[in-house]
T-cell receptor, first 112, second 114 residues
């Protein structure tokens, strides 16, 4: 079993839709949770960074962590064609950030 | 903003060649990382370094080595390139604090070994 599971998609939605992206994980030691956005032929760009359980909002993006269920989500409101990218979840467990585990990424297409 | 710069965006080399991939960060970060990214496999850690002249093996170090002579620069070396090393290579850096800090990535080097 992989430490982090992420549906690869692709996920296709119309412009303006609410998008929900999810990851599950198996290691209860994870405490720091991240979402990265990766455009084609570019490196991953940090979108959201949260510690422990709860919600964090930044503009149209909301990150949600449920440690009891080992489940994290990224919600995108009012999705735009410019949101079309691959979204990677990532998590680490308080080991100085050396061991960060990444999901394989979900490919998202937002149609105009 | 953190800037991680990888020296080449695209590189084509031949099997058996020694290949150098260079990475420079401008935020005085202690930690630097090399990953490869392949479809369906996600990011796999090759090597990382938490200080100058220090290095640690990641999950797939075979066929690779690294060098960190200066804090801002981390080099990945393919000792004798093989076709199964064709991949996207990503460099990242992060800061050492009490809390884990997220990694920041460069734009990658797409390496083809012929």
């Amino acid at each position: 079993q992989k430490e982090v599971e992420q549906d690869p998609g692709p996920l296709s939605v119309p412009e303006g839709a609410i998008v929900s992206l999810n990851c599950t994980y198996s290691n209860s030691a994870f405490q720091y949770f991240m979402w990265y956005r990766q455009y084609s032929r570019k490196g991953p760009e940090l979108l959201m960074y949260t510690y422990s359980s709860g919600n964090k909002e930044d503009g149209r993006f909301t990150a949600q962590v449920d440690k009891s269920s080992k489940y994290i989500s990224l919600f995108i409101r009012d999705s735009q064609p410019s949101d079309s990218a691959t979204y990677l979840c990532a998590m680490s467990g308080g080991t100085g950030g050396f061991k960060t585990i990444f999901g394989a990424g979900t490919r998202l297409f937002v149609k105009a | 903003d953190v800037k991680v710069t990888q020296s080449s965006r695209y590189l084509v080399k031949r099997t058996g060649e020694k290949v150098f991939l260079e990475c420079v960060q401008d935020m005085d970060h202690e930690n630097m990382f090399w990953y490869r990214q392949d479809p369906g496999l996600g990011l796999r850690l090759i090597y990382f370094s938490y200080d100058v002249k220090m290095k640690e093996k990641g999950d797939i170090p075979e066929g690779y080595s690294v060098s960190r002579e200066k804090k801002e620069r981390f080099s990945l070396i393919l000792e004798s390139a093989s076709t199964n090393q064709t991949s996207m290579y990503l460099c990242a850096s992060s800061q050492t604090t009490v809390e884990d800090q997220p990694q920041h990535f460069g734009d990658g080097t797409r390496l083809s070994i012929l």
